[in-house]
């Protein structure tokens, strides 16, 4: 398995702009999330899926921040409109069935630079 | 709610030395923890896990920690550490599915 695949790796854009990111869980994986990680916040849950649908959403941020997992193989995070304070590092992850025993899977992550 | 808290932010230790990482939790219900590393510009993977039973866990490198419930602690431990440990640990949380990770520790090995 080629683990979770996230896209892209970096992005850089200007305030003001939307950002797409991408992820694709492991095929078998019923839960994704997504993760912000920062110097100052450290590593945060903005919000997870399970079987395609959104369980808990009260990491996001703010409005401009939604997140769509239209089936089992995809999920997106989109910022509209972006601001240099959400500069960070998103992670998606993923893992099987809704038990906290499950082990997440990381991607790689994609490094958001908001100018 | 439940919440991690990792009581050092940055350890340096010189090569072949042991090292302890200290993580302490509060739940109001039973949980499962997790200690992960995360190598530069990498995710995060798992070094081990507490689900039940014994409370010294084995993880891969070399990893081992233990769980405390009394003192509600989950301590990594390695006896003799690399230049290639030197990464960020984070100690997670999970109740239910969806896990919580403390702030992190940086670990730096030095020669």
């Known amino acids: 398995d080629a683990g979770v695949i996230q896209s892209p790796r970096h992005e850089v854009t200007e305030m003001g702009q939307e950002v797409t990111l991408r992820c694709k869980p492991i095929?078998?994986?019923?839960?994704l999330f997504w993760y912000r990680q920062t110097m100052m916040r450290g590593l945060e849950l903005l919000i997870y899926f399970n079987n395609n649908v959104p369980i808990d959403d009260s990491g996001m941020p703010e409005d401009r921040f939604s997140a769509k997992m239209p089936n089992a193989s995809f999920s997106t995070l989109k910022i509209q409109p972006s601001e240099p304070r959400d500069s960070a590092v998103y992670f998606c992850?993923?893992?099987?069935?809704?038990?906290?025993?499950?082990?997440?899977?990381f991607g790689a992550g994609s490094r958001l630079t908001v100018l | 709610a439940q919440s991690v808290t990792q009581l050092d932010s940055q350890v340096p230790v010189f090569e072949e030395a042991p090292v302890e990482l200290r993580c302490n939790y509060s739940s109001s219900v039973s949980v499962y923890l997790f200690w992960y590393v995360q190598y530069p510009n990498q995710g995060l993977q798992l070094l081990l896990k507490y689900l039940s039973g014994s409370t010294l866990v084995k993880g891969i490198n070399g990893f081992e920690a233990e769980f405390n419930k009394s003192q509600t602690s989950f301590h990594l431990r390695k006896p003799s550490v690399h230049i290639s440990d030197t990464a960020e640990y984070f100690c997670a949380v999970s109740p239910r599915d969806d896990m919580r990770f403390g702030a992190g520790t940086r670990l730096t090995v030095k020669p």
């Open positions: 095929s078998g994986h019923n839960s």
């Open positions: 992850a993923s893992s099987t069935g809704v038990s906290g025993a499950n082990v997440l899977t």
